[in-house]
């Protein structure tokens, strides 16, 4: 019985890339980011080896035995000096007995993992065109990836297009089996401070300064700063049209998807969005130190309009905030009230690696292996889904800052009837389904990250 039912939860994670742990006492699954995203896309898949890049590569055995040696003698030489742990301030104190009383959560979540040795087993093999892809992907002229954020600081911004170049046909209705023709000329359209949608029922190839991109099925994006994200409150569309140009817009039949955008097209009492992901550009000295990505101060954050998003039947809000306790109350006694949202449940990220383990150690003060996704409700009036309760999701990090996909972790707990309305805030990948904002939300769409979907993949040129 038992290993019957385990050989279903396999079955389902390689359909659905998401493992739940039946027997578990506590609320856990484990991700593989890859299977989830490559649901979006038919004609492509996003690249394992790439995504995996910090936690796969060919001497991760030596790696491992590296590390394992280091620590042996770090940890001889600490034996030897005994020095006394450093005394924490009150701030920190209070982080510790935060981290306390999610420690047993983790580890029961960690023991739920070790435990699965048909899933242990298949970890190691989540990056597999690792070997052979790799050397096919090299380029033989690097090249620089352009800069949004920067381009979107210039004055010739607005003068900035992107082609997109729609399929010759695409299935409407995926039980009528229905074919809609259309035209497959590259439209060309205002990259930044426009909403540039695809509405079809397959993803879309675009261009930009000389790079292909990979725009998901029925999934649109609106890419500026902070300064313009009052564009996409419903409200302002309806008061004053000419603030905005749909410039792309294929009406298509819905295949039981969110369809975010249909309120910039035909606004109505409805108009909004359910669940509302946020992931903002904290203030953070190593991502500053790295050069990884602009960071905003706090206080930035207290202009969001999230109340203007909610949708009429409320909305379930998700942050991802750091282990900063400082940051944990800013969130909770400012920013939480400003936007008129209330505090529910935690959902943790716990990131393993390849072998199973933690990728530090679960006490480090500084560099806990977790990071918190904050649940709250707004103007939430009936059809909620059930009682939140912290839960975790484990999975394999991808690259720095990128957040594994939990929307449909949280589509249960969507307050309203019917798909809800999606949208991701500060976004630098895309979903189908999703409305996308931020001044990067292409950054993971770049066809570098991507193999077309054949058995033999070959990779965009």
Same mark, same amino acid.
């Not at 000419?242 to 035909?266: D, G």
């Not at 990728?359 to 500084?366: E, R, V, Y």
């Given at each position: 019985?038992?290993?019957?039912?385990?050989?279903?939860?396999?079955?389902?994670?390689?359909?659905?890339?998401?493992?739940?742990?039946?027997?578990?006492?506590?609320?856990?699954?484990?991700?593989?980011?890859?299977?989830?995203?490559?649901?979006?896309?038919?004609?492509?898949?996003?690249?394992?080896?790439?995504?995996?890049?910090?936690?796969?590569?060919?001497?991760?055995?030596?790696?491992?035995?590296?590390?394992?040696?280091?620590?042996?003698?770090?940890?001889?030489?600490?034996?030897?000096?005994?020095?006394?742990?450093?005394?924490?301030? $009150?701030?920190?104190?209070?982080?510790?007995?935060?981290?306390?009383?999610?420690?047993?959560?983790?580890?029961?979540?960690?023991?739920?993992?070790?435990?699965?040795?048909?899933?242990?087993?298949?970890?190691?093999?989540?990056?597999?065109?690792?070997?052979?892809?790799?050397?096919?992907?090299?380029?033989?002229?690097?090249?620089?990836?352009?800069?949004?954020?920067?381009?979107?600081?210039?004055?010739?911004?607005?003068?900035?297009?992107?082609?997109?170049?729609?399929?010759?046909?695409?299935?409407?209705?995926?039980?009528?089996?229905?074919?809609?023709?259309?035209?497959?000329?590259?439209?060309?359209?205002?990259?930044?401070?426009?909403?540039?949608?695809?509405?079809?029922?397959?993803?879309? $190839?675009?261009?930009? +300064?000389?790079?292909?991109?990979?725009?998901?099925?029925?999934?649109?994006?609106?890419?500026?700063?902070?300064?313009?994200?009052?564009?996409?409150?419903?409200?302002?569309?309806?008061?004053?049209?000419?603030?905005?140009?749909?410039?792309?817009?294929?009406?298509?039949?819905?295949?039981?998807?969110?369809?975010?955008?249909?309120?910039?097209?035909?606004?109505?009492?409805?108009?909004?969005?359910?669940?509302?992901?946020? !992931?903002?550009?904290? $203030?953070?000295?190593?991502?500053?130190?790295?050069?990884?990505?602009?960071?905003?101060?706090?206080?930035?954050?207290?202009?969001?309009?999230?109340?203007?998003?909610?949708?009429?039947?409320?909305?379930?809000?998700?942050?991802?905030?750091?282990?900063? $306790?400082?940051?944990?109350?800013?969130?909770?006694?400012?920013?939480?009230?400003?936007?008129?949202?209330?505090?529910?449940?935690?959902?943790?990220?716990?990131?393993?690696?390849?072998?199973?383990?933690?990728?530090?150690?679960?006490?480090?003060?500084?560099?806990?292996?977790?990071?918190?996704?904050? +649940?709250?409700?707004?103007?939430?009036?009936?059809?909620?889904?059930?009682?939140?309760?912290?839960?975790?999701?484990?999975?394999?990090?991808? !690259?720095?800052?990128?957040?594994?996909?939990?929307?449909? +972790?949280?589509?249960?707990?969507?307050?309203?009837?019917?798909?809800?309305?999606?949208?991701?805030?500060?976004?630098?990948?895309?979903?189908?389904?999703?409305?996308?904002?931020?001044?990067?939300?292409?950054?993971?769409?770049?066809?570098?990250?991507?193999?077309?979907?054949?058995?033999?993949?070959?990779?965009?040129?």
């Amino acid at each position: 019985m038992a290993e019957s039912e385990t050989s279903d939860q396999l079955a389902a994670f390689f359909q659905s890339g998401i493992y739940r742990f039946s027997n578990c006492a506590v609320s856990v699954v484990f991700m593989d980011p890859v299977r989830v995203l490559n649901r979006s896309y038919s004609r492509f898949r996003v690249s394992p080896s790439t995504y995996y890049s910090r936690f796969f590569s060919s001497n991760l055995a030596a790696d491992f035995a590296h590390r394992e040696t280091e620590l042996s003698s770090s940890s001889k030489k600490r034996k030897r000096k005994e020095k006394k742990p450093p005394l924490l301030n $009150e701030r920190e104190q209070a982080a510790d007995q935060r981290h306390q009383l999610a420690r047993p959560l983790l580890l029961k979540a960690h023991e739920c993992l070790i435990g699965a040795s048909e899933l242990l087993g298949i970890l190691r093999s989540l990056s597999c065109d690792s070997s052979s892809m790799a050397e096919r992907r090299k380029p033989t002229v690097v090249e620089t990836e352009p800069s949004f954020v920067e381009l979107g600081k210039v004055w010739q911004a607005p003068l900035y297009e992107i082609a997109l170049k729609f399929p010759r046909s695409c299935r409407s209705n995926e039980n009528e089996g229905d074919i809609v023709d259309q035209c497959c000329d590259p439209g060309l359209v205002p990259v930044f401070n426009n909403l540039v949608v695809n509405e079809t029922g397959d993803e879309v $190839e675009a261009e930009f +300064l000389s790079r292909k991109y990979v725009i998901p099925l029925e999934s649109c994006f609106y890419m500026s700063d902070l300064g313009k994200i009052q564009n996409l409150i419903p409200e302002v569309y309806n008061a004053d049209a000419k603030n905005v140009q749909v410039l792309v817009y294929i009406p298509m039949v819905s295949r039981n998807r969110c369809n975010p955008f249909c309120w910039f097209v035909a606004a109505d009492s409805g108009s909004g969005f359910n669940l509302i992901l946020i !992931d903002p550009p904290w $203030e953070n000295a190593s991502a500053h130190q790295k050069l990884m990505y602009p960071t905003l101060p706090n206080r930035y954050f207290l202009s969001l309009p999230i109340k203007k998003l909610v949708h009429s039947d409320g909305a379930l809000v998700g942050l991802w905030v750091t282990n900063w $306790e400082r940051l944990r109350n800013f969130v909770l006694e400012e920013l939480f009230p400003s936007w008129g949202v209330t505090y529910a449940a935690s959902l943790f990220w716990l990131k393993v690696k390849a072998d199973g383990s933690l990728t530090s150690d679960l006490d480090l003060f500084h560099h806990r292996p977790y990071e918190c996704l904050l +649940l709250a409700y707004c103007n939430t009036k009936s059809g909620m889904g059930g009682t939140m309760e912290d839960q975790v999701v484990i999975s394999i990090p991808g !690259d720095y800052s990128r957040k594994p996909p939990v929307g449909e +972790l949280l589509q249960k707990y969507v307050p309203g009837v019917g798909p809800p309305r999606c949208i991701e805030l500060f976004a630098r990948e895309m979903m189908a389904g999703w409305a996308s904002w931020g001044n990067e939300p292409l950054h993971f769409q770049d066809s570098h990250y991507f193999l077309l979907n054949h058995e033999d993949p070959v990779v965009l040129q």
